[in-house]
């Protein structure tokens, strides 16, 4: 069973930073992709950024490009999601998922979320 467990959420500024964490289990994470989804109050659950296994290939909603910067780290098993310049807008859950294929991306494992809150 795959399992993948999100850190890093929590409480900031406008205009401040937020590193998330996603640990995946198992011995073949290089070869998946990754990706990062957030879900606010009363929305829809939205595409952030995904990765491609190797890592050379990402991509970015528009909303967080050139803000967020997404990247994984193969000994750790882990993909992380560099927050910067923060908006209230970004206040949503946030969760990472992984794919057998970076396109289409389509998560088949979740983790259970961490909480971003960006005070304004």
């Known amino acids: 069973q795959v399992q993948l467990v999100e850190s890093g959420g929590g409480l900031v500024q406008a205009g401040g930073s937020l590193r998330l964490a996603c640990t995946v289990s198992?011995?073949?994470?290089?070869?998946?992709?990754m990706g990062w989804f957030r879900q606010a109050p009363g929305k829809e659950r939205e595409f952030v950024a995904r990765i491609s296994g190797s890592g050379g290939v990402t991509a970015y909603a528009d909303s967080v490009k050139g803000r967020f910067t997404i990247s994984r780290d193969t000994a750790k098993n882990t993909v992380f999601l560099q927050m910067n310049t923060l908006k209230p807008e970004d206040t949503a859950v946030y969760y990472c998922?992984?794919?057998?294929?970076?396109?289409?991306?389509?998560?088949?494992?979740w983790g259970q979320g961490t909480s971003v809150t960006v005070s304004s």
């Open positions: 998922s992984r794919s057998d294929t970076y396109f289409p991306f389509v998560p088949k494992y």
């Open positions: 198992g011995r073949t994470f290089s070869l998946y992709a």
